[in-house]
């Protein structure tokens, strides 16, 4: 079992900045994924941006001039960074985590809410 605890999240006003923080516990597998979802009112969630162990990157068209992921390994913590915020940014962000080549063994955080007023 892997346990993801999210933080940072909040009310801001458009154009600010919020880092989000997700740690990773349990039974980590060394090589793995982590990352950030969201999901906004009446929308399906969508990725935000993952990162591997590695370090390798993959941050959605909509954010990436704005959000950055990192990521320290010990202990497994993931962050997002948000840079001038829009009210669209609003939405429920999910910390997300599975193992690099094992199948369904996808974890989810509870989630925090991040607020965006214009």
């Known amino acids: 079992q892997v346990q993801l605890v999210e933080s940072g999240g909040g009310l801001v006003q458009a154009g600010g900045s919020l880092r989000l923080a997700c740690a990773a516990s349990?039974?980590?597998?060394?090589?793995?994924?982590m990352g950030w979802y969201r999901q906004a009112p009446g929308k399906q969630r969508e990725r935000v941006a993952i990162?591997?162990?590695?370090?390798?990157?993959n941050v959605a068209d909509s954010v990436k001039d704005r959000f950055t992921i990192s990521r320290d390994n010990a202990p497994n913590t993931v962050y997002l960074q948000m840079n001038s915020l829009k009210p669209e940014d609003t939405a429920v962000y999910y910390c997300?985590?599975?193992?690099?080549?094992?199948?369904?063994?996808?974890?989810w955080g509870k989630g925090t809410l991040v607020t965006v007023s214009s």
């Open positions: 997300y985590y599975r193992p690099i080549g094992l199948s369904g063994m996808d974890y």
């Open positions: 349990g039974s980590i597998y060394s090589a793995n994924v």
């Open positions: 990162i591997t162990s590695g370090g390798s990157r």
